[in-house]
């Protein structure tokens, strides 16, 4: 009676420690999660994004993770390959904004064109001293006089015709009215004052360029 009594005892310690030990297991991974999501500054770890899977250098010491845990579950196992599948791109901004006249002046008028993870999206115009902002949208391509530009329109209804020339735009009203000429805009620090514009294209040529790709196409 003695000796079934230890073995139904020793049993029970192994079943009790196998389950144990893909606990520990399971917990160690989410750890790992959290503090590889906080190091990548995302701040939610299993908040569906999978903010950690997206950086490149996180993401090679993941394999680690089934080496360093006791014994990870099937459940860890499908968790981490369903963070290599749902891993979502950066998204990442690009702005091109073109200028006339000479910034807080009433003449002073602004445009600026967006782009979202490689597509079209915003586009503003401001003017004045105050600078006063609309939303403009996007109304398809056009060709002036054998250039190839495209339309964008205001609220009310009102269209303006714009044609990359070089590394200015041509704006104009109608398509044949004069053109207004704009010049790219750098945004950013000037004589070590000021703050760096992240989003913003580096040059004239980029500006030029984020329009050809993403606005004429």
């Not at 005892?9 to 520990?24: D, E």
């Not at 160690?28 to 995302?42: D, E, I, R, V």
């Not at 901004?93 to 002073?108: D, E, I, L, R, S």
């Amino acid at each position: 009676m003695l000796k079934e009594r230890r073995a139904l005892t020793y049993g029970t310690g192994l079943i009790a420690g196998f389950f144990l030990t893909r606990i520990a297991g399971l917990r160690f991974t989410l750890l790992w999660l959290a503090a590889s999501s906080f190091a990548a500054g995302s701040g939610a770890a299993l908040g569906g994004r999978f903010a950690y899977a997206t950086q490149p250098g996180l993401l090679p010491l993941a394999p680690l993770l089934m080496l360093f845990a006791p014994a990870p579950t099937v459940f860890t196992a499908a968790l981490f390959a369903a963070a290599l599948a749902a891993r979502p791109a950066l998204a990442q901004n690009q702005v091109a904004n073109y200028g006339f006249g000479q910034p807080g002046t009433a003449a002073y008028e602004h445009f600026s064109f967006w782009t979202n993870n490689g597509r079209r999206s915003d586009m503003q115009y401001a003017y004045g001293k105050d600078r006063k902002d609309f939303q403009l949208r996007y109304a398809g391509r056009t060709c002036l006089h054998g250039q190839l530009g495209f339309k964008v329109r205001f609220p009310n209804g009102h269209t303006l015709y714009i044609v990359p020339s070089g590394n200015v735009l041509q704006v104009r009203t109608a398509p044949t009215t004069a053109p207004k000429t704009f010049a790219w805009e750098y945004e950013g620090p000037v004589n070590g004052v000021g703050t760096t514009c992240s989003v913003c294209v580096a040059n004239a040529t980029a500006a030029v360029r984020l329009l050809q790709r993403h606005y004429l196409r």
